[in-house]
């Protein structure tokens, strides 16, 4: 079973910065030839549905959600077992929970499979001030 665990959240003014860490631990992944394993960055407003954030796969192709495109980077570090999430230039708007996910699914799928991945950890919580 693979388990994620998130750390990094907490508050911050507008403007500021933050970076979240998920490490992730439990048998190792095998990439094969048209599989991958897929891991981003979703978060959420009570209230509120799920947004993505965003994703990265073996390749370290990256996706973003346009409402953080340029603001935020997502990382992994494969020898940590630790994927990250640089945060920059936080507006309120970007308070919520943020959670990291992790599944194998086809390459071709990661960019849209944020919310369907199957692993999750409990969440950081993210607050922004004006």
């Known amino acids: 079973q693979?388990?994620?665990?998130?750390?990094?959240?907490?508050?911050v003014q507008a403007g500021g910065s933050l970076r979240l860490s998920c490490a992730v631990s439990g048998p190792s992944q095998v990439t094969v030839s048209l599989n991958t394993v897929c891991m981003g960055w979703f978060r959420q407003v009570p209230g509120r549905?799920?947004?993505?954030?965003?994703?990265?796969?073996?390749?370290?192709?990256?996706?973003y959600a346009e409402s953080v495109q340029g603001r935020f980077t997502i990382s992994q570090d494969n020898a940590k077992n630790t994927l990250y999430l640089q945060m920059d230039s936080?507006?309120?708007?970007?308070?919520?929970?943020y959670y990291c996910a992790a599944d194998l699914v086809p390459r071709s799928k990661c960019a849209t499979a944020v919310?369907?991945?199957r692993?999750?950890?409990?969440?950081?919580?993210?607050t922004v001030s004006r």
């Open 2 to 11: 693979v388990q994620l665990a998130e750390s990094g959240g907490g508050s």
């Open 49 to 63: 549905e799920r947004e993505g954030v965003a994703t990265i796969d073996r390749d370290n192709s990256t996706t």
């Open 115 to 117: 919310l369907d991945l």
């Open 90 to 97: 936080l507006k309120p708007d970007d308070t919520a929970m």
């Open 119 to 126: 692993y999750r950890g409990q969440g950081t919580q993210v």
